[in-house]
C-alpha cells in the first residue's frame, strides 16, 4: 500500500543516504536507490541564469535515462578503462536546505516531470510522489594532484514508491558553478 506522506525528516533522510552512497563509493546500494526507468539530469546553461530545459534537443552536461545507463557509468568509473577516474577522488556531499513537497496531481507530476524529461510522467491514479528540493555543496580530493575542487548544486529529486520502498524516479541538478576545470561525473555532483 503507497504511502501518502513523507515527512521532511524522512526526505532528509533519503537524500543523505545516497550521498554517504556516493561518498563512499557503494555505487550497487546507490543504483539500488533508483528506479528502473528513472531519469538523471545535469543540464548546461542557456545564459547566465537560465538552464537548458529538454536534454533531448539541448546540451546537457550529463543525461542518463533509465537505471542502466547509469550502471554503465558506475562500470566505467569503476573499472580500469577510464583513466580520468583513476584513481577515483574522495568526495564529501554536504546537504542543505531540504525541503519536501508532494506531487499531488497529474498537473503537480507533469511540472516535476517537465522539468527533467520534457515529458510527463505519472498520474494521480499512479504511485505516490513527493518533490524533494535541496542545496548540496561536494568537496572533491583529487588524489593525482593533490587538489581540493568544490561543486555546488541544486538537487531537484522526484522520488516514488516502488514495492513499498523508495526510488527516485528523477533526478535534476543544477550546477552552480559550471565553468569544470576537470572529470564531471556522477560522484562529483
Known amino acids: 500500500m503507497p504511502t501518502t506522506q513523507l515527512s521532511p525528516d524522512a526526505a532528509a533522510a533519503f537524500v543523505y543516504a545516497e550521498a554517504l552512497c556516493l561518498d563512499e563509493q557503494r555505487w ?3 543504483l539500488a536507490l533508483y528506479a528502473d526507468d528513472a531519469v ?23 543525461h542518463a535515462a533509465g537505471r542502466g545507463r547509469l550502471e554503465e557509468r558506475v562500470k566505467r ?7 580520468a577516474s583513476m584513481p577515483l577522488p574522495r568526495t564529501l556531499h554536504c546537504i542543505s536546505n531540504v525541503i519536501v513537497s508532494p506531487v499531488a496531481d497529474t498537473a503537480d507530476a ?7 524529461t ?17 542545496n548540496c555543496v561536494t568537496q572533491i580530493y583529487d588524489l593525482r594532484n593533490d587538489g581540493l575542487k568544490v561543486m555546488a ?15 527516485i524516479a528523477r533526478k535534476k541538478i543544477v550546477l552552480i558553478n559550471d565553468n569544470v576545470p576537470t572529470v ?6
Open 40 to 62: 538523471y539530469w545535469i543540464p548546461s546553461w542557456k545564459d547566465d541564469h537560465v538552464t537548458t530545459e529538454d536534454p533531448a534537443t539541448e546540451v546537457s552536461f550529463m
Open 153 to 167: 548544486c541544486r538537487y531537484d529529486h522526484l522520488l516514488t514508491e516502488v514495492d513499498g520502498a523508495l526510488r
Open 28 to 30: 550497487q546500494d546507490w
Open 110 to 116: 507533469a511540472i516535476a516531470d517537465t522539468t527533467a
Open 118 to 134: 520534457g515529458t510527463t510522467a505519472g498520474t494521480a491514479s499512479g504511485p505516490a510522489r513527493w518533490r524533494v528540493q535541496s
Open 184 to 189: 564531471l561525473d556522477f560522484y562529483c555532483v
Open 77 to 83: 568509473a569503476s573499472g580500469t578503462k577510464s583513466v
